[in-house]
């Protein structure tokens, strides 16, 4: 495992880290027009809402809402590139930028973070954002021939392995493969990183998140939290959490689910609240800080942040919430067979 894997452990035994918040609702609050997403590149698609590539296009846009969540107290920065991968990009008609995408994201989120730690020399951590693209591998988007796949397991596995190559190159950290819907493309991405650092001689350190689209707790594959845990514990993640999904209040049963079984750090970054009927994002700081604060007097996280609708401030009224408060101890079960269907099973 690589030194940032260690400094995180060290890090994060002494105190609950801060992870940052949404790119796409700091996105939002600068209006920008399609001309303004596009800057030079002629692509002959609309751009609006091509969030992935401002790095290139307005990366001042970008540097300033990282810088403003080093502000807030964040350790970790994600970088912008939840959208930039070939199969996500294709809707764009970019997919020829991706390599570029990903080393301009990267490149500005270590720049902050190296200068947040030469101000105060407080380690500051940069996990390159693997989103789940718009393709799934195991569900069929066609009702009438359940096994169509628009895509294989090989080519989904080779579209993560390129991204992630260009987010280590520019100095990522950590691989955080995030917002599984889909466990199967969780899989694809795990195998990807693992094959790419044997090709460089050293294991990738991996960040795991999973979403949740139901309030039974179960992805969109039907995975439960504890057989997603299980499915994914091969890869050895330096984390592993639940994002996006809902609001604290409605994530804590599954916090406290996955908390109980995972022996890594755990880290959860919801939403703020759950989306009114305009899609917009009601849920104030300080509420979801004093759900959070809960969270870590409950002793079930390591590492906290936000999704959805948070902000600046929703990530300085976590930090403060959790501020002095001990970390979750991980627990350390022992050993036995543990098997993942749609739901964990234990042989005894």
Not at 217 to 223: A, D, E, M
């Given at each position: 495992m690589t030194n940032a894997a260690e400094r995180l452990r060290a890090e994060a035994a002494k105190r609950i880290l801060i992870n940052d918040g949404a790119f796409g609702t700091a996105i939002q609050t600068y209006g920008l027009d399609e001309a303004a997403y596009r800057g030079t590149y002629d692509l002959g698609h609309d751009q609006?809402?091509?969030?992935?590539l401002l790095v290139l296009t307005r990366p001042d846009i970008v540097r300033a809402i990282t810088r403003g969540y080093v502000d807030a107290g964040a350790d970790i920065l994600a970088t912008n590139t939840f959208n930039a991968n070939r199969i996500s990009q294709a809707d764009y008609g970019a997919e020829h930028l991706v390599?570029?995408?990903?080393?301009?994201?990267?490149?500005?989120?270590?720049?902050?973070?190296?200068?947040?730690?030469?101000?105060d020399g407080k380690p500051r951590f940069v996990a390159?954002?693997?989103g789940p693209t718009n393709k799934t591998l195991s569900l069929s988007p066609d009702v009438n021939d359940p096994g169509f796949r628009?895509?294989?397991f090989d080519e989904v596995k080779d579209v993560y392995k390129e991204q992630a190559e260009a987010l280590l190159d520019a100095g990522s950290d950590f691989i955080l493969i995030e917002t599984i819907f889909d466990t199967l493309n969780a899989k694809a991405a795990i195998m990807g990183i693992i094959e790419l650092g044997e090709a460089r001689g050293a294991r990738i350190p991996m960040m795991i998140s999973m979403t949740i689209t139901d309030m039974s707790?179960?992805?969109?594959?039907?995975?439960s939290v504890e057989a997603f845990w299980y499915a994914v514990r091969h890869a050895e993640p330096v984390t592993i959490g639940l994002n996006c999904s809902f609001g604290a209040k409605e994530l804590r049963p599954h916090v406290q689910a996955l908390s109980r079984i995972a022996d890594t750090?755990?880290?959860i970054y919801p939403n703020a609240g759950l989306p009114n009927e305009l899609g917009q994002y009601?849920?104030?700081?300080?509420?979801?800080?004093g759900m959070i604060h809960e969270w870590a007097e409950s002793g079930l996280i390591n590492i906290v942040g936000g999704c959805?609708?948070?902000?600046a401030a929703h990530i300085a009224a976590m930090a403060k919430a959790v501020e002095g408060l001990p970390p979750r101890a991980i627990p350390h079960p022992e050993p036995a067979m543990h098997l993942a269907g749609l739901d964990a099973f234990t042989l005894a």
């Open positions: 609006k809402g091509n969030n992935d390599a570029e995408m990903n080393h301009a994201a990267a490149r500005i989120a270590r720049e902050e973070a190296d200068a947040a730690t030469a101000r390159g954002a693997i628009a895509v294989s707790g179960r992805n969109l594959s039907g995975h750090l755990v880290m009601d849920e104030a700081p300080d509420t979801t800080g959805c609708g948070t902000t």
